[in-house]
């Protein structure tokens, strides 16, 4: 095997134990058992589990930014939204562990690796669509980041309930999401207060 291959084949092992175990429960020693060799081998390519984890989560982040990136095509807001949903979706149904190691807790030495990090990028490109979107509309378009921050957060809170239950199906979730943040959104008011307590 060559040094390519191999780091290849630790990547893919690490991200199966951190998917299933998490990083604290994972250890270089299980990592090298796997991959039938020592553990000075994992610390060459890596320098230790921490620098396999950066690795691993780098490529799941990236994987999941490029699909929604790649989704958005349409011109319409609704059809950007359908195609964001259906993205992270198809991402969790396809890549079980990769979304297993971002929804993970991880640890303080990778701050910009977790779940909440993805979304938090995801929502800043979802934030310019709906900015344009309220300009159009006459709405205050400094609201935008945090409806795209309520938009992102619905859409992922969903996928990790909907990876664990699997039904409905993937398609009929995403026309449920869209039903609420769509219509929520087509109905906004320019200037929302509470009825229960004073907003300043």
């Known amino acids: ?107 303080v030495l990778s701050p910009a690796g977790n779940f909440s990090s993805v979304m938090n990028d995801v929502a800043h490109q979802v934030e310019h669509i709906l900015g344009d979107e309220f300009k159009r509309r006459g709405l205050d378009p400094k609201f935008a980041e945090l409806y795209s921050q309520a938009l992102v957060g619905m859409v992922a809170l969903v996928g990790q309930w909907w990876r664990e239950a699997r039904k409905p199906k993937k398609e009929m979730v995403a026309a449920h999401l869209v039903n609420l943040a769509w219509n929520g959104l087509s109905h906004l008011e320019p200037k929302p207060t509470l009825l229960t307590r004073k907003t300043k």
Not at 50 to 78: C, F, K, M, N, Q
Request: glycine share 6%; no cysteine; proline share 4%.
């Open 1 to 107: 095997m060559s040094a390519a291959q191999r780091r290849e084949q630790l990547i893919a092992i690490g991200r199966q134990l951190f998917a299933e175990r998490g990083f604290d429960a994972t250890s270089v020693e299980e990592v090298a058992a796997r991959a039938k060799v020592s553990k000075p081998v994992v610390y060459e390519h890596f320098g230790g589990k921490e620098g396999l984890y950066a690795v691993v989560v780098d490529r799941e982040v990236r994987s999941l930014l490029d699909r929604i990136a790649a989704a958005l095509t349409a011109g319409h807001p609704r059809e950007l939204l359908e195609q964001a949903a259906l993205a992270l979706l198809d991402y969790i149904e396809d890549e079980p562990h990769g979304f297993r190691v971002l929804v993970r807790e991880s640890p």
